[in-house]
């Protein structure tokens, strides 16, 4: 039964990534339409991560009030409202208020879908259920490459946003049939969980937020020179004479490949005694790729060998918070992390169709996201000299 339950926070999830791609996927033939440049169609990307700014932290409270299934299903229906305002869009405020529609949907169920996988795979198997369904996210964005382009050429950009809407609204009645609380799960009462206080401002000033803060900048570096790259490079590989839906399925090969090799970087990640060496190696190899694909490389090779160093940082980086956290605080280092994360995406995306405006290159635009990738390697040196200087509690030693 619980692994059915995993395949159907699998779709959901995979919801998330559809609602989040579709515009960079279609991007050429919604640029037109809309009559906008890539400045704006860069604040669209970047402002569907906004609601997670004031969503990420509250999306607990409110599942223990309304509940883990009718909250997932009110957020699906927000992605399947977000995609179906975005479709009939004819002007930036209306396709503006479909993608922040659709993102309070993906803040809330980003949220959702890891308590709901807590709650089957708590005593066995946790780490192996979460990192099949944090695949979906790739598996969505790969499937929205492959496909969403060749719908808007056949037809137009708007039936791959209605399609995205069938498919949330579907998922949204599987998941209200569908899903149920593993027998004997009790139910936390308000008393049981109401009386957990604020962290200390001396936390907050130290370890409470200086090592989630600097784990949430790589994970955006992360998860945002990816996006940039999956965006910007099938323009910048169609302008040699291909088309775009040819181009955008040579992309999507780097996300069907790092879906394959993110299992290895968790394996090597808990495996090896250096956890941070899977994440330097992966985020520079990737970053040297798709650096590569972006001077002319051949661009087969160059996706794929990407894709196979882009899933090795993944496990990684996630695990950051929750590991150099008292378990007590895990909680609040993690929403401080995804606080950090949703942030800095929705200004980066905004930065990068900006620099595409400002150059007029795919290209350049490619290279910075490269950059960014590059700077998760970086990073982690601000982090290990930090975390060393923040001596851990004895619960934390614990």
Same mark, same amino acid.
């Given at each position: 039964?619980?692994?059915?339950?995993?395949?159907?926070?699998?779709?959901?999830?995979?919801?998330?990534?559809?609602?989040?791609?579709?515009?960079?996927?279609?991007?050429?033939?919604?640029?037109?339409?809309?009559?906008?440049?890539?400045?704006?169609?860069?604040?669209?990307?970047?402002?569907?991560?906004?609601?997670?700014?004031?969503?990420?932290?509250?999306?607990?409270?409110?599942?223990?009030?309304?509940?883990?299934?009718?909250?997932?299903?009110?957020?699906?229906?927000?992605?399947?409202?977000?995609?179906?305002?975005?479709?009939?869009?004819?002007?930036?405020?209306?396709?503006?208020?479909?993608?922040?529609?659709?993102?309070?949907?993906?803040?809330?169920?980003?949220?959702?879908?890891?308590?709901?996988?807590?709650?089957?795979?708590?005593?066995?198997?946790?780490?192996?259920?979460?990192?099949?369904?944090?695949?979906?996210?790739?598996?969505?964005?790969?499937?929205?490459?492959?496909?969403?382009?060749?719908?808007?050429?056949?037809?137009?950009?708007?039936?791959?946003?209605?399609?995205?809407?069938?498919?949330?609204?579907?998922?949204?009645?599987?998941?209200?049939?569908?899903?149920?609380?593993?027998?004997?799960?009790?139910?936390?009462?308000?008393?049981?969980?109401?009386?957990?206080?604020?962290?200390?401002?001396?936390?907050?000033?130290?370890?409470?937020?200086?090592?989630?803060?600097?784990?949430?900048?790589?994970?955006?570096?992360?998860?945002?020179?990816? #996006?940039? =790259?999956?965006?910007?490079?099938? +323009? &910048?590989? *169609?302008?040699?004479? !291909?088309?775009?839906?040819? %181009?955008? @399925?040579?992309?999507?090969?780097?996300?069907?490949?790092?879906?394959?090799?993110?299992?290895?970087?968790?394996?090597?990640?808990?495996?090896?005694?250096?956890?941070?060496?899977?994440?330097?190696?992966?985020?520079?190899?990737?970053?040297?790729?798709?650096?590569?694909?972006?001077?002319?490389?051949?661009?087969?090779?160059?996706?794929?060998?990407?894709?196979?160093?882009?899933?090795?940082?993944?496990?990684?980086?996630?695990?950051?918070?929750?590991?150099?956290?008292?378990?007590?605080?895990?909680?609040?280092?993690?929403?401080?992390?995804?606080?950090?994360?949703?942030?800095?995406?929705?200004?980066?995306?905004?930065?990068?169709?900006?620099?595409?405006?400002?150059?007029?290159?795919?290209?350049?635009? #490619?290279? =910075?996201?490269?950059?960014?990738? +590059? &700077?998760? *390697?970086?990073?982690? !040196?601000?982090?290990?000299? %930090?975390? @060393?200087?923040?001596?851990?509690?004895?619960?934390?030693?614990?």
């Amino acid at each position: 039964m619980r692994w059915f339950i995993l395949a159907i926070l699998f779709v959901a999830r995979t919801c998330m990534a559809l609602e989040f791609q579709i515009l960079g996927a279609v991007m050429p033939f919604a640029r037109v339409d809309l009559d906008s440049d890539y400045a704006a169609m860069g604040q669209l990307m970047g402002l569907f991560m906004l609601p997670g700014i004031v969503l990420a932290l509250p999306a607990g409270m409110l599942s223990s009030r309304f509940g883990l299934r009718r909250l997932a299903v009110f957020s699906l229906l927000l992605l399947a409202g977000g995609s179906a305002l975005f479709s009939v869009s004819h002007d930036y405020g209306t396709a503006l208020a479909g993608r922040l529609v659709g993102g309070a949907g993906n803040a809330v169920l980003s949220v959702l879908v890891s308590a709901m996988v807590a709650e089957w795979f708590r005593d066995r198997d946790l780490s192996t259920a979460l990192s099949i369904v944090f695949i979906s996210w790739q598996f969505g964005l790969a499937v929205a490459l492959a496909v969403f382009p060749a719908i808007a050429e056949a037809a137009s950009w708007r039936w791959a946003c209605h399609l995205t809407t069938m498919v949330c609204l579907t998922v949204a009645v599987l998941v209200a049939l569908a899903y149920r609380s593993p027998p004997g799960t009790a139910t936390a009462t308000p008393t049981a969980t109401g009386r957990r206080s604020m962290p200390s401002l001396r936390l907050i000033a130290r370890r409470q937020s200086i090592l989630p803060t600097l784990a949430g900048i790589i994970w955006t570096a992360y998860n945002v020179g990816q #996006v940039i =790259f999956l965006t910007y490079a099938p +323009a &910048l590989l *169609a302008s040699t004479g !291909i088309s775009v839906t040819e %181009a955008s @399925r040579t992309v999507s090969l780097t996300v069907w490949v790092t879906m394959a090799t993110m299992p290895l970087g968790g394996l090597l990640t808990d495996r090896c005694g250096r956890p941070l060496m899977p994440v330097a190696v992966g985020s520079l190899g990737a970053a040297a790729a798709g650096t590569a694909f972006s001077l002319g490389a051949p661009p087969m090779l160059s996706c794929i060998i990407a894709g196979l160093f882009l899933g090795l940082p993944a496990g990684g980086i996630l695990a950051l918070p929750a590991r150099h956290s008292a378990p007590g605080d895990t909680a609040w280092s993690l929403g401080w992390f995804m606080t950090v994360f949703y942030i800095l995406m929705t200004l980066i995306q905004m930065l990068a169709g900006l620099i595409r405006d400002r150059t007029g290159s795919d290209l350049v635009t #490619v290279e =910075f996201g490269c950059a960014l990738l +590059a &700077l998760v *390697a970086v990073g982690l !040196i601000p982090f290990e000299l %930090a975390r @060393r200087a923040l001596r851990p509690s004895p619960a934390m030693a614990a």
